[in-house]
T-cell receptor
Framework: EAQVTQNPRYLITVTGKKLTVTCSQN?????MSWYRQDPGLGLRQIYY???????DKGDVPEGYKVSRKEKRNFPLILESPSPNQTSLYFC????????????FGEGSRLTVL | SQKIEQNSEALNIQEGKTATLTCNYT??????LQWYRQDPGRGPVFLLLIRENEKEKRKERLKVTFDTTLKQSLFHITASQPADSATYLCALGHRGSTLGRLYFGRGTQLTVWP
C-alpha cells in the first residue's frame, strides 16, 4: 500500500530533550516536506527536500533540522525542543518537485512540557 | 510571503445544496493551486489541482475555478452530502526559486446537515 509513515504518532517530552520524528514513503517520490499545524494558523511549511541531499527552509525552520540521506526517508530533528514547538506535525511527499499532489502522513502530535 | 485567505472559518449547508468555498490570495501570482480535504485528526487528502492557464477543473461532484485577475479560486461541491463534512484547504505553489514551497490557507470547515 502506498503510504507516508510517521513515527511516533504521539509524544510527550520535556524541554531540551532531543527528539527525532521519522518519516518514510514507499512511493519513490522525489519531493518531501514537513509541516506543522496549529489552531488558527493552519499548515505551515518547516522544511522541504527536492531530492536526496537537497533540503531547503520553509516558513518556520527555526528550532528544526532535517536531512535527506535516502530518497525514502526525511526525518525531522528537534535538537532542543521548547514548549512553542508543541504542535501537530505532518510529513508529505510528492512524485514531482513542483510539488504536485501531496501525500500526507497521519501526523505526529508532539507536546513539549 | 504569500498571503492566502479562505472564506469564513465555517460553512453550514443543507444536504443536496451546492457548497462554495473561496480562496483569495495576495502578493505573488501562483503557478497552480490545489485543494485538500482534512478530517479531524487526519492528514490532508489531495482533491484537485488547477494551473494558472486553466479556468476550470472538474472531478465527479467537485469543481474548481481559478481567476488570476481576481486572484481567487472557488471550490464547489454539488449535491453535497453529510459525508462531505470536513475542513477544506487551499494551497498555492509557484515556479522558479520557490518551486518547493507550498502555501496553505487556514481552511474552511464545512458541515452538511441532513
Amino acid at each position: 500500500e502506498a503510504q507516508v509513515t510517521q513515527n511516533p504518532r504521539y509524544l510527550i517530552t520535556v524541554t531540551g530533550k532531543k527528539l527525532t520524528v521519522t518519516c518514510s514513503q514507499n512511493m519513490n517520490h522525489e519531493y518531501m516536506s514537513w509541516y506543522r499545524q496549529d489552531p488558527g494558523l493552519g499548515l505551515r511549511q518547516i522544511y522541504y527536500s527536492m531530492n536526496v541531499e537537497v533540503t531547503d527552509k520553509g516558513d518556520v525552520p527555526e528550532g528544526y533540522k532535517v536531512s535527506r540521506k535516502e530518497k525514502r526517508n526525511f526525518p525531522l530533528i528537534l535538537e532542543s525542543p521548547s514548549p512553542n514547538q508543541t504542535s501537530l506535525y505532518f510529513c508529505a511527499s510528492s512524485l514531482v518537485r513542483g510539488p504536485g499532489e501531496l501525500f500526507f502522513g497521519e501526523g505526529s502530535r508532539l507536546t513539549v512540557l | 510571503s504569500q498571503k492566502i485567505e479562505q472564506n469564513s472559518e465555517a460553512l453550514n449547508i443543507q444536504e443536496g445544496k451546492t457548497a462554495t468555498l473561496t480562496c483569495n490570495y495576495t502578493n505573488y501570482s501562483p503557478a497552480y493551486l490545489q485543494w485538500y480535504r482534512q478530517d479531524p485528526g487526519r492528514g490532508p487528502v489531495f482533491l484537485l489541482l488547477i494551473r494558472e492557464n486553466e479556468k476550470e477543473k472538474r472531478k465527479e461532484r467537485l469543481k474548481v475555478t481559478f481567476d488570476t485577475t481576481l486572484k481567487q479560486s472557488l471550490f464547489h461541491i454539488t449535491a453535497s452530502q453529510p459525508a462531505d463534512s470536513a475542513t477544506y484547504l487551499c494551497a498555492l505553489g509557484h515556479r522558479g526559486s520557490t518551486l518547493g514551497r507550498l502555501y496553505f490557507g487556514r481552511g474552511t470547515q464545512l458541515t452538511v446537515w441532513p
